[in-house]
């Protein structure tokens, strides 16, 4: 199994996975000739993606959806509350390319199983995804206000995470967003911060080689050697040394990472 984060960010996401017989997208939150720009930066095209998997509807994550749906007649694939709240929003999907995804449930494609879960955030259904194949496990959990123990035991043991660490709570309380999107950001149907998720990436990390890439940075309330100082140093508390068997890495909103196998 491979993959990329393609675009992490409050302007946009989306992550590509495939393996040898299947691809797909979690997320298309920026415009289609974009994310045919993003995976050509890896070597992919849109032609090769065989469906996206929506995890719920804000701009962010499905701003090119409608257009990739028409242009590449892929199945598209969210759980029915995520569907009602996304009419009017992307454009006319064809029936035939609408499929339902129930939450904590699993679809599989040959080898690839992939798992859906709840998290909390302020969306109609939001939920996320693990993915496994040939006893390899891939989780992404962004969009959430708080890792709950039920998400934690969905993660649990992965060999790679992409995980949101959205905000340093201080820059967030010091910058210029107005108070009740402040207090929003902090809710728990908003987004973690850096030290919060990485007390959460403690509890679910096994003692094997884990790589975790650091994902949804807030533009404004947060940077990337900050994350990556204060999750090193939240890890470190907590018992995990960085760079011993838990690798960190970055993401963009701009550029994908590099394409590399679980």
């Not at 849109?46 to 199945?75: C, N, W």
């Not at 989780?139 to 039920?150: E, F, H, K, M």
């Not at 709570?169 to 850096?194: A, E, T």
Request: with cysteine; aromatic share 8%.
């Amino acid at each position: 199994m491979r993959f990329s984060v393609l675009a992490s960010g409050s302007t946009g996401n989306s992550i590509y996975i495939e393996n040898d017989d299947h691809a797909f997208l979690v997320d298309a939150g920026l415009s289609a000739k974009k994310l045919e720009g993003l995976l050509g930066g890896i070597g992919r095209s849109m032609k090769q993606v065989d469906g996206i998997f929506v995890t719920h509807e804000h701009s962010d994550h499905i701003r090119g959806l409608g257009v990739a749906a028409r242009k590449y007649g892929m199945p598209i694939y969210a759980n029915e509350k995520t569907w009602k709240a996304m009419d009017g929003l992307v454009g006319d999907i064809p029936v035939g390319q609408r499929f339902t995804f129930d939450m904590e449930a699993v679809k599989s494609f040959g080898s690839l199983d992939i798992q859906s879960f709840a998290v909390s955030h302020d969306a109609a259904d939001p939920m996320f995804y693990v993915f496994h194949d040939s006893g390899r496990k891939l989780a992404l959990i962004t969009d959430t206000g708080y890792v709950s123990d039920r998400m934690k035991g969905w993660i649990s043991g992965s060999d790679a995470f992409v995980f949101e660490s959205n905000h340093d709570v201080g820059m967030l309380q010091m910058g210029r967003y107005p108070w009740n999107v402040k207090r929003r950001i902090l809710s728990d149907v908003g987004h973690v911060s850096n030290e919060d998720a990485a007390v959460a990436m403690s509890e679910v990390v096994g003692q094997k080689e884990t790589r975790i890439y650091l994902s949804h940075l807030s533009k404004d309330n947060n940077m990337k050697d900050l994350a990556r100082l204060s999750v090193s140093q939240t890890l470190e508390t907590c018992g995990i040394r960085p760079g011993e068997f838990v690798h960190l890495y970055d993401t963009d909103a701009e550029a994908p990472t590099e394409l590399v196998t679980v």
